[in-house]
């Protein structure tokens, strides 16, 4: 049975096929961070290591790495509805396949697949969006569909805590079954195809050295912290990607249908806006990434909790993109872009000073300001960016930006680890070598540590060991506490970084010029 499409008047279309791909968008968005509380359920349930159940994550990141420069040529040759109709079939089944996986090699397996349908989802669905809103739209637009990127990652950690709390880890696979049908039901219903270009031949030498280039660097980044950056295996990666990336951009500045059109970096605003969406992402990400760490390896949070702690900021940041958008549209997006920079900073700064004396109520509060700049930033930038690239060119330039983003996210994460686990190194032997075991303060906090174990019924020997137990416990749990505080002065000079870049933006016209002005070409003609 063949289900008819609806007639959908064209002043409504636009804002259909908006809604329409913000859930499969906010779907395959909240499946990159909603996996994490899970993975130590997983490694119980399928009786694994850390290293083993690590790649559940790498293969669903790998894989869309890989595949999401490939966006722009499907979409051009396919067009977007049919690829977004298959991107999200693809991403439910796969869904439903992680839901049954028995162990560990085959949860890898359905995760792979999961990620062919993930990976293209995204990028597909801000192409319509961006091809079917005027520029003069495309701030209020852009916002709307921002939520699933700014909201989902904060969700994540919280839905798939009360999930796996209530019920299994398998729930949060389930859930987007019936999701993905409905998304994909509506989609089929509404959505109308672009224009094809059947002519473009695929790049295969451009998309092998492309694949080869970001498998490297992804796994590079995400396996430096385990096998060490100076290892043989990390510097091959990195030696293996740098040559393919080099060979992969002297192929595409030499084809007329190149696999990524990397002229649009010609253009200010286009490369500028990218490398800025690559430092907000990191930023972004790296807060994801530590403040759950700190609460719960440090303050004893559950994940569950620490998701509650997260929400608010998502909420927030939500809610603030179509007010961002409105306000960009009356003055301009890089004083907007400019405004929530500093408002990254200021958010940032307050988390290099967290100790044990940190209470949620003030991380909350932070994470709220924060999330002031992520509301304003995250899509306003990419609208700025995109303000100057032809309509045709829409789903190459989208294939750039979110590979740009899905790399910022392995090279936050990897700097950060790395800045983790060295600092903690350095302050280990800072802190004990101010200590001296003869000093008569040691001695008096050793009798006096003695003394409460002897008080509980403890030998005087077993007394002594606990004693210096529990000193250890609370040096290794400061040199802790001072690496997580190092970690965030490297987001704080990535504050100042995207404050530096958003200055140096060309300012784009604002909406009402921009609708003067198509008015008076239609008129003169």
Not at 103 to 117: C, D, E, K, P
Not at 215 to 229: E, H, I, N, R, T
Not at 245 to 269: C, M, Q
Request: proline share 4%; charged share 10%.
């Amino acid at each position: 049975m063949i289900i008819p499409r609806l007639t959908i008047k064209k002043e409504i279309y636009k804002w259909v096929a908006l809604g329409v791909t913000l859930i499969g968008g906010f779907m395959s968005t909240l499946d990159t961070s909603i996996i994490n509380v899970a993975v130590p359920k997983m490694m119980a349930a399928f009786a694994v290591g850390t290293e083993d159940a690590q790649w559940i994550l790498t293969a669903y990141m790998l894989t869309m790495g890989v595949l999401q420069p490939t966006s722009g040529y499907l979409c051009n040759s396919f067009g977007t509805r049919r690829m977004y109709l298959l991107s999200l079939f693809v991403f439910t089944v796969g869904s439903l396949l992680c839901s049954l996986a028995w162990n560990n090699n085959s949860m890898i397996v359905f995760r792979v697949i999961q990620a062919l349908g993930g990976g293209l989802i995204l990028p597909i669905s801000m192409s319509i969006v961006l091809q079917e809103f005027a520029p003069a739209e495309r701030n209020l637009a852009m916002g709307i569909w921002g939520i699933c990127v700014a909201v989902a990652p904060a969700i994540g950690p919280t839905l798939g805590g009360y999930l796996i709390d209530e019920w299994s880890w398998h729930y949060i696979f389930t859930l987007n079954v019936p999701i993905g049908l409905l998304g994909y039901l509506l989609a089929h219903l509404t959505l109308k195809e672009s224009p094809i270009r059947p002519d473009v031949k695929f790049d295969f030498a451009g998309f092998s050295f492309c694949a080869a280039g970001l498998f490297c660097l992804l796994l590079a980044l995400s396996k430096g912290v385990d096998k060490g950056w100076d290892s043989f295996y990390i510097i091959s990666l990195l030696y293996m990607a740098l040559a393919s990336l080099t060979l992969f951009v002297l192929i595409e500045l030499n084809r007329n249908d190149p696999l990524l059109d990397l002229s649009l970096f010609r253009d200010w605003n286009f490369t500028l806006g990218n490398l800025f969406s690559f430092i907000n992402y990191t930023i972004l990400l790296g807060s994801l990434f530590l403040i759950p760490l700190f609460f719960q390896n440090i303050l004893g949070y559950t994940a569950y909790e620490t998701g509650l702690l997260l929400l608010p900021a998502g909420l927030v940041s939500g809610a603030l993109m179509p007010v961002a958008a409105k306000i960009a549209d009356k003055i301009g997006t890089k004083p907007v872009v400019m405004i929530a920079s500093i408002f990254a900073l200021g958010g940032t700064f307050p988390l290099m000073f967290l100790d044990l004396d940190t209470s949620p109520g003030y991380v909350l509060s932070i994470q709220i300001f924060r999330g002031v700049f992520v509301g304003s930033s995250i899509i306003t930038v990419t609208v700025l960016s995109m303000s100057r690239v032809p309509r045709e060119k829409i789903s190459q330039a989208s294939a750039i930006n979110n590979t740009v983003r899905q790399v910022s996210g392995s090279f936050g994460l990897a700097v950060l680890s790395t800045v983790l686990q060295n600092r903690q190194i350095y302050h280990l032997d800072h802190i004990a070598s101010h200590i001296n075991i003869a000093s008569k303060s040691t001695q008096d906090l050793i009798t006096y540590g003695k003394h409460l174990f002897m008080q509980q019924g403890c030998t005087e020997v077993l007394a002594h060991q606990q004693t210096l137990m529990l000193i250890n416990g609370f040096v290794q749990k400061q040199t802790t506490i001072f690496s997580f505080d190092d970690a965030f002065w490297v987001l704080g000079i990535f504050a100042v970084l995207c404050l530096l870049l958003s200055c140096l933006l060309k300012p784009a016209p604002v909406a009402k010029k921009q609708i003067l002005k198509h008015v008076k070409n239609v008129s003169d003609t």
